[in-house]
Structures are given as structure tokens and as C-alpha cells.
């Protein structure tokens, strides 16, 4: 169909090729794990997958605690060591997989793992806010101006 | 001799204040899921990339509109709450076959065209933060 660029949005996980008119890259937000509504950055990217694994899409609250969707194969409860986990790679497949694996792992081990793939990137919300990157994580940040 | 036999009423007074209830409860779930206001509702048209032309939805009567995009003119009809391709340049006209669009989030697009049409809130400003996506 001589598509030239495209970006393919399946509820929240994304892939783009090629570049925006002007030769831009496509522009992601990362939604804030706290509000729906506000972002906590946002990434350039062309030619590569983006998802995002978070305790804050399906979960209900009972006494005081999140219980969501996501749960740790060890105890078989949800995780508890991460908010949320954007992974970028080449296929969605594989970032959506990395993405929730990243989320049970918790931040230090999981950055650790995505050091050491080839073409993976992660960034991970601690449930203390820290924000924690992968080596080459920053290089598809948008500087804020 | 034999005991005489008791009917109770068809409706006592609390079952017709949980029958109520019901109804009201009913209709406030179906105004929330299922009710599209349609005065909330707008047509964003987005055109080979250019900035989205919007349309509100709760207009009166029939309105045809033709639109430039890479290969020609798609002509969208707006009537009655509904927004749809009804021709387009494109060869095999997926477009016009997606039919008519009447909730918000509907989306049609010509893509050999580069014509999209989409529903959208009154509340949400096109293409916010002018970010291409969110990851959630």
C-alpha cells in the first residue's frame, strides 16, 4: 500500500515505523501509574515497540491494598515491587512479555536482565517513585525544555 | 372446616420501593454504559497529516463533506448522529464498508487516502500534548 511510516496502538502497546511528516519521530507518553490523566514522560521513537506493564489498569482495592492483575509465580500474588514498566524493543510481543516479566522481577534485578538483552530498554516506577532506566533508556526521552 | 385461603397482595409497599429502585438503578447504569449523548460527541476528520477538522455530532439535518487527501477527495456524510465514508478514492473501498459511526471511540480510516475519521468527546482536545500515543 506504499505505507511509509505507521504507528499501531493495540490498547496501550505500541509499535511505530518509520518516520512522521517532517521527518519526525512518533511521540509516546508514559502514563503516570498515580493519574490516567498526566504523564510521566515521553519517549521519540520510530522503528521499535513500546509497552507498558502497571499495577493502576486492572485491579480492585480491598482492605487498604491493590490487588491487581499481575501476579508473582512464587507466591502467587500480585506483585509488589513495582508500579509500572515500560519496555522498548523490536517486537510488541517481545516488549509486552519483558514488560511483565520486568514487573515480577522488581527494579534491580529487572535492569539488570535488560542490560544485558541486545535491543531492550526498560524504565521501572518503584512504589516509591523512584524511577529506575536501563543504560540506553534516556537516549529516546524527550529533554523537557 | 377448611382454613380459609390467604393471598397476599401482588405488591406490598416495599417491594414497590426495591421495584423502583431498580428501575432507577437500571436506568442510570444504561445511561452510563450504553447512553451516547450525542450533543457530547464531535467528528475529528484528519486529513494526509494536516490539523483535524472538527464537526459536532448533534447537529441538525445532512452534512456532506469532501475532503483532499493523498490521492483524492473522500466524501463523508454526517446525519442523524452518525459519521461515515460514502466514497472515497481508494480501490477497494474498506473505508465506506466500515459503515456508519455513532460512538465515541469509533474510528473509520482511507488509508490509501490518509483520511481519518474519528469520534470524539467535546472534553477531549485533538491529538492532546500533540503526543502520537500512550503506553498504559
Known amino acids: 500500500m506504499g505505507i511509509k ?6 490498547g496501550g502497546d505500541l509499535r511505530s515505523f518509520g518516520l512522521k511528516p517532517g521527518k519526525k519521530p512518533f511521540r509516546i507518553g508514559i502514563q503516570n501509574p498515580d493519574n490516567a490523566q498526566s504523564i510521566v514522560g515521553i519517549l521519540r521513537v520510530t522503528d521499535c515497540a513500546v509497552a507498558t506493564s502497571g499495577d493502576y489498569e486492572r485491579f480492585f482495592k480491598m482492605d487498604g491494598k491493590r490487588w491487581h492483575h499481575i501476579l508473582d509465580p512464587k507466591t502467587g500474588r500480585p506483585g509488589r515491587l513495582t508500579r509500572s514498566v515500560t519496555v522498548i524493543a523490536q517486537s510488541t510481543m517481545m516488549a509486552d512479555g519483558l514488560a511483565t516479566a520486568f514487573f515480577v522481577m522488581g527494579p534491580k534485578a529487572a535492569i539488570d536482565l535488560a542490560n544485558g538483552l ?13 524511577f529506575y532506566m536501563s543504560r540506553g533508556f534516556s537516549k529516546y526521552l524527550e529533554k523537557e525544555k | ?38 450533543s457530547q460527541t464531535q467528528v475529528e476528520i484528519t486529513a494526509n497529516g494536516a490539523p483535524p477538522l472538527i464537526v459536532s455530532l448533534s447537529q441538525k439535518g445532512r452534512q456532506l463533506m469532501e475532503v483532499q487527501g493523498l490521492i483524492g477527495i473522500s466524501k463523508i456524510l454526517i446525519e442523524n448522529g452518525t459519521a461515515q465514508f460514502i466514497s472515497s478514492p481508494c480501490p477497494h473501498g474498506l473505508c465506506i464498508k466500515m ?5 465515541k471511540g469509533q474510528a473509520a480510516a482511507c488509508v ?25
Open chain 1, 5 to 10: 511510516a505507521a504507528l499501531v496502538n493495540a
Open chain 1, 118 to 130: 541486545k535491543d531492550i530498554e526498560a524504565a521501572i516506577i518503584a512504589p516509591n517513585k523512584r
Open chain 2, 1 to 38: 372446616m377448611n382454613k380459609p385461603l390467604h393471598i397476599p397482595p401482588a405488591f406490598r409497599k416495599a417491594d414497590i420501593i426495591v421495584l423502583l429502585l431498580l428501575i432507577a438503578i437500571t436506568g442510570l447504569c444504561w445511561k452510563i454504559t450504553i447512553y451516547d449523548d450525542k
Open chain 2, 99 to 103: 459503515g456508519s459511526l455513532s460512538k
Open chain 2, 112 to 136: 490509501p487516502n490518509r483520511v481519518l475519521l474519528r469520534l470524539i468527546s467535546t472534553n477531549e482536545k485533538p491529538n492532546e500534548n500533540g503526543l502520537d500515543g500512550i503506553s498504559r
